[in-house]
C-alpha cells in the first residue's frame, strides 16, 4: 500500500466560504499572527494603563465605563494626555485626562475638562471627537459646547457662535471748544466732551472729517475679537457717527473747522481666549454721496481684552487694508464632526447641520468665511455621517454614500466635491483607519470596506469590501447600534481591530480583527455560541480602541461588578477599571477588588486574572478531497512552540455535527527557547505547573529564539465522510503548521491541511 505525504501547511486565518482552501480555519479566536508570520499564538491579554500599586487610590469615576478616549502629545512628546470620557449607566458623562509624563499614581494626575457632566451617546452616535489642530485639541460631540483644550487645565470654548456686541460712538461736538486757540483740543473726562478737536489741517494733519464748510461726514465702524488660536470674529453690528463741518468763525482762526477724533466707547470684551481686538471703519461717506459703509478698512488693534474705549484720528489715508465682513461669520455650536485637513478645520453634521460641511480660513481654526461651506443635501444618501482626511482627499461618509472633496492650488485655489460611492456609506465612523497597503479602513453596515487609489498619480478611487472571509460574523453586526462601533490600527502588531455591537448589543461587545502582514481575519470576543453555548461575561465589552505613542493598543473598558456589593459599597470587585493596554504581561486580562475609604475614594486592594474567554483555532471540515469515499481519521500532528507547563486538549467532531470529542491532554515538554530548560518555564514554575504568572508589564516582555514542537494526538473516528479538530484552551499555545494521518478504503494517506486526493 503507498503512502504519501504532502508537505504540511501552516495554518492560516479564519474564512466562513464554503468554497475554501483546507489550510484556512473555521474559526480563530483571540489570537494574532505570530511574530515570524508562522501560524497562531494566544499571548495577549489586557492589564491598567496605569498600573495597581499599593497605595494607588482611584477617583469614582475610574470605575465607570470609559465612553470615549484619545491620547494627545503636545511639543514634541513632553506632554502627553490620556483623555477619558466616562460613563455610569445613565445620561451623563465626565470627561478628563491622566497627565501621562508624571509617573503612574492616577490619584494626582485627573483634571477635568469642561464645568458641567456631558450627555452620554445613544446607541445611534458616534459620540465624542477629538480633533487636534496645531497645539489645541477640539472636543465635540454635537449637544454639549464645544471646547479647545490647550493642556494642563486650560480649557475654553471653541469658535465663534454669537454675534459679536458693537460699541457704542460718542457724538461729534463741533460746538464744543476748550484751551487756547493754537493747541490741539483734548477735553478733559470730568468735561463729559464727547469727541476731540482738532486745529485746521495745514498744521495737524491728523483726525476726521473735511474741513471744506458745511460738508456732511459720515463714517461706519466695527470691531471683532482674535482669539488664541490666531482666528477672527464676525465684525459687530455696524455703527455710526456723522456730522456738518460748521461755518469758520473768525473768533477762534479756524478751530471750528479742524478735523476730529471719534471718540468709541463700551468697545465689547471677547469671551475667554480672547487676546486681542481689532476696530475696523469705513472711509468717509459724505452723507452716503461717497464711499461705501460695507467697504471696511483696518484701524487699529487692541492686544488686549480689557480696554473699553478708543479715539480714533486716522485720516482715510492712513487707514490698513481693505477687509470684507464676510471673512468670519457665526456658526452653529452643535457641529458633530471635525478633522484638520490642508491646513483648515473642517466641521460637519449635527442635528442643525445635517448636510453641510464647513472649513475654516487655513491656519486659523476657528474663522469661517461665508462662503466656506458645502452642502449635500442635494444628493442622495442621507446625512453626513463623519469626515476623515486619506492624504490628498477629504472622505465625508454619509449613512448611504461616501463623498470626497479635493483641493487645486492652482490660481487662487479652490475646492471640488464628488460622489465616490452612492450605495456604500458608514454610520460608524470612528473605526475609519489608514492601513498601509489595504487604505481607509472602515466598518460599513455588512462588513468592513476599504477606500484605495485617488491619492497620488491619478489612480481612480474604489470602495471594496475586505470582510468577505468572515461574512457569517459580519450579520450578528446590531445595524441600529453600528455608530458606536470603534476601531484602531497598530503597527506594532500589525492589526486593524474593530469592535462592534453585535446580537443585539447597544455598545461594542465583539470584535474582528484584519492581521495586515498575511491580510487574514480572525475574531475577539469571549462567547462561543455557535460551538458550545459559553455565555459572554462582558470581558471584550471594549468601547473605545485607541493608539498608546509608543504603538501599543488601547482599550475602553465597559464596567463590569463581577460580585455582589453595590456602587459605592466596600468591598466590590470590579473589573478593567480605567484605560487598558492591550499586553503579552497579563494575557488572561485582569479585574481588580476595591475598598471604599471614609473619604469615599477607593483603594486597590487585590488584582485577580480574569478569564478572558478560551482562544480557539478551529479546522475546517475536510472532506480530504473526495466526500465520497469513507475514511478514519488516526491522529492529528501539530507544530507548536511551548511556552511553560500548559496543556493542550485537541477537539474533534465528525460528519458536519457541532459536538466535540476530546482527544487528549499533552503537555509540551520540550524548552521554550534554545537558552531555557524545563525548569524554567516563564509562564509557570515547576513547582506549581498550574499556576501561571505573568512576565513583565506592556511593552517589555519579547520571546527570543523560539523552537518548535511536534505534538501528536491520537484519534479513532470510525468510518467518516469529513473531520473538522480545534484546540481551544485559555492557557498559552501557538499553532503554526499541521497535518492529519488518515486511511481511506485500503489506502493509507498522510494528508497536510491543503488536503489529500483519495482517489489516486
Given amino acids: 500500500m503507498k503512502t504519501t505525504q504532502t508537505k504540511p501547511q501552516v495554518a492560516e486565518g479564519m474564512d466562513e466560504r464554503l468554497i475554501v482552501k483546507s489550510s484556512n480555519a473555521s474559526l480563530v479566536r483571540n489570537m494574532r499572527i505570530a511574530d515570524n508570520g508562522m501560524g497562531w499564538v494566544n499571548d495577549r491579554g489586557w492589564e491598567p494603563l496605569i498600573p495597581d500599586v499599593t497605595g494607588r487610590t482611584y477617583h469614582g469615576v475610574e470605575l465607570n465605563s470609559v465612553i470615549s478616549g484619545f491620547v494627545w502629545e503636545r511639543s514634541n512628546g513632553a506632554e502627553r494626555y490620556f483623555l477619558q470620557e466616562n460613563g455610569s449607566g445613565t445620561d451623563t458623562s465626565e470627561l478628563f485626562y491622566l497627565y501621562g509624563n508624571r509617573g503612574t499614581n492616577a490619584k494626582h494626575l485627573k483634571v477635568r475638562i469642561g464645568d458641567a457632566d456631558r450627555r452620554q451617546p445613544k446607541a445611534d452616535d458616534a459620540g465624542t471627537q477629538y480633533v487636534p489642530f496645531g497645539r489645541m485639541l477640539l472636543i465635540m460631540n454635537g449637544s454639549d459646547p464645544m471646547w479647545k483644550f490647550w493642556g494642563r487645565d486650560r480649557y475654553n470654548a471653541y469658535g465663534f457662535t454669537l454675534p459679536t456686541p458693537a460699541p457704542d460712538i460718542a457724538r461729534v461736538d463741533v460746538e464744543f471748544q476748550e484751551g487756547n486757540a493754537t493747541a490741539c483740543k483734548r477735553p478733559r473726562p470730568e468735561t463729559n466732551a464727547t469727541s476731540l478737536h482738532w486745529k485746521g489741517t495745514n ?26 488660536t490666531g482666528s477672527e470674529s464676525p465684525m459687530s453690528a455696524p455703527v455710526s457717527v456723522s456730522w456738518i463741518t460748521p461755518v469758520n468763525d473768525p473768533a477762534f482762526a479756524h478751530d471750528t473747522i479742524g478735523r476730529y477724533g471719534v471718540l468709541l466707547t463700551n468697545i465689547p470684551k471677547g469671551p475667554e481666549g480672547t487676546v486681542a481686538r481689532r476696530i475696523y471703519r469705513s472711509k468717509n461717506q459724505r452723507g452716503g454721496t461717497d464711499g461705501n459703509g460695507d467697504t471696511l478698512y483696518f484701524v487699529t488693534q487692541l492686544n488686549d481684552n480689557t480696554v473699553e474705549e478708543f479715539t480714533d484720528v486716522s485720516t482715510d489715508g492712513h487707514l490698513g487694508q481693505e477687509v470684507s465682513i464676510t471673512d468670519s461669520i457665526v456658526i452653529s455650536d452643535n457641529y458633530k464632526f471635525g478633522t484638520a485637513w490642508n491646513g483648515s478645520m473642517w466641521l460637519a453634521g449635527g442635528e442643525t447641520n445635517p448636510n453641510k460641511l464647513i472649513y ?114 459580519m450579520t450578528r453586526i446590531n445595524k441600529h447600534a453600528i455608530a458606536r462601533a470603534t476601531a484602531v490600527w497598530s503597527a506594532k502588531e500589525g492589526e486593524y481591530w474593530v469592535h462592534y ?99 469615599g475614594s477607593y483603594a486597590w486592594n487585590a488584582t485577580v486574572q480574569t478569564d478572558k474567554g478560551d482562544s480557539i483555532y478551529a479546522s475546517k471540515w475536510d472532506d480530504y478531497g473526495n466526500p465520497n469515499i469513507k475514511k478514519r481519521v488516526l491522529s492529528v500532528e501539530l507544530s507548536t512552540i511551548p511556552q511553560g507547563y500548559n496543556p493542550l486538549t485537541l477537539q474533534y467532531a465528525t460528519n458536519w ?104
Fill in 360 to 473: 475654516s480660513a487655513q491656519g486659523l481654526p476657528e474663522q469661517f468665511g461665508a462662503f466656506n461651506y458645502f452642502d449635500v443635501g442635494v444628493r442622495e444618501g442621507g446625512a453626513i455621517t463623519g469626515i476623515v482626511p486619506f492624504f490628498n482627499n477629504l472622505i465625508v461618509f454619509r449613512k448611504n454614500a461616501i463623498d470626497m472633496i479635493q483641493y487645486t492650488a492652482a490660481g487662487d485655489g479652490k475646492y471640488s466635491i464628488t460622489t465616490i460611492s452612492s450605495d456604500i456609506g458608514t454610520t460608524a465612523c470612528n473605526t475609519a483607519q489608514i492601513v498601509p497597503e489595504i487604505g481607509l479602513v472602515f466598518l460599513g453596515p455588512d462588513g468592513v470596506y476599504a477606500i484605495s487609489g485617488g491619492t497620488q498619480g491619478g489612480s481612480t478611487i474604489v470602495v471594496n469590501k475586505i470582510s468577505d472571509a468572515i461574512s457569517t460574523e
Fill in 203 to 228: 498744521k495737524k494733519p491728523l483726525g476726521l472729517g473735511d474741513v471744506s464748510y458745511t460738508i456732511n461726514n459720515s463714517y461706519t465702524y466695527r470691531v471683532s475679537f482674535v482669539t488664541d
Fill in 501 to 599: 455591537p453585535a446580537d443585539g448589543a447597544s455598545r461594542p461587545n465583539r470584535g474582528a480583527v484584519l492581521h495586515i502582514p498575511t491580510k487574514q481575519w480572525s475574531l475577539r470576543n469571549n462567547d462561543s455560541k455557535i460551538e458550545d453555548g459559553i455565555t459572554d461575561d462582558g470581558g471584550y465589552q471594549f468601547n473605545w480602541l485607541g493608539l498608546h505613542p509608543d504603538g501599543w493598543t488601547l482599550l475602553g473598558p465597559e464596567r463590569k461588578v463581577y460580585t455582589a456589593g453595590a456602587y459605592g459599597g466596600a468591598n466590590a470587585v470590579r473589573g478593567n477599571i480605567g484605560i487598558q493596554v492591550w499586553s503579552a504581561a497579563d494575557y488572561c486580562g485582569n479585574k481588580v477588588t476595591m475598598v471604599v475609604q471614609q473619604d
Fill in 657 to 760: 455535527k457541532n459536538s466535540y470529542t476530546n482527544a487528549s491532554s499533552i503537555y509540551p515538554v520540550e524548552p521554550e527557547t534554545e537558552s531555557t530548560s524545563n525548569a524554567d518555564y516563564i509562564f509557570g514554575p515547576s513547582t506549581n505547573p498550574a499556576v501561571q504568572q505573568p512576565v513583565s508589564l506592556f511593552g517589555t516582555g519579547k520571546w527570543e529564539n523560539d523552537r518548535l514542537a511536534n505534538i501528536r494526538w491520537d484519534v479513532t473516528t470510525g468510518l467518516i465522510t469529513n473531520f473538522k479538530w480545534r484546540i481551544k484552551s485559555s492557557n498559552y499555545f501557538v499553532v503554526s503548521t499541521y497535518k492529519t494521518n488518515i486511511t481511506a478504503g485500503t489506502r493509507n494517506t498522510i494528508a497536510s491541511g491543503a488536503g489529500a486526493n483519495l482517489n489516486g
